[in-house]
């Protein structure tokens, strides 16, 4: 699990849990995306069933992909340039990850 200095600030109506547990989540990247945003009570189903409702990434937003059958999402922390720097369960199986994502990548299927 990611450890502090995990500090975002943006304006948004969720709170990110970034470095403050979640492990139980991290099998299932709906699972983690809705723990970080504080959003545990919504029901979201697969990722590959997400619609992309946001032009542009934002920090705090959700980066859709096409990375497994069922998809994939993650958590956009940071937004370098045309690199995403993203927070995301199960993209290796069963971890908590960070990783950088160009936004040319074409796994990409929009933003939420």
């Not at 995990?6 to 099998?27: I, W």
């Not at 699972?31 to 409702?53: I, M």
């Not at 999402?73 to 069963?94: C, P």
Request: proline letters at 4%; glycine letters at 10%; hydrophobic letters at 40%.
């Amino acid at each position: 699990m990611p450890q502090a200095p995990y500090v975002v600030a943006y304006n948004s109506p969720h709170a990110l849990n970034l470095g403050q547990g979640g492990e139980e989540y991290a099998y299932s990247c709906i699972s983690y995306a809705k723990f970080v945003l504080g959003r545990l009570n919504e029901k979201w189903g697969n990722a590959k069933d997400l619609k992309a409702t946001a032009e542009n990434p934002y920090v705090g937003g959700l980066v859709l992909t096409t990375e497994s059958r069922w998809g994939h999402v993650a958590v956009i922390t940071a937004i370098k340039g045309t690199q995403l720097e993203v927070i995301e369960g199960n993209w290796i199986a069963g971890q908590v990850s960070t990783r950088s994502i160009s936004l040319d990548e074409e796994f990409i299927r929009g933003f939420k």
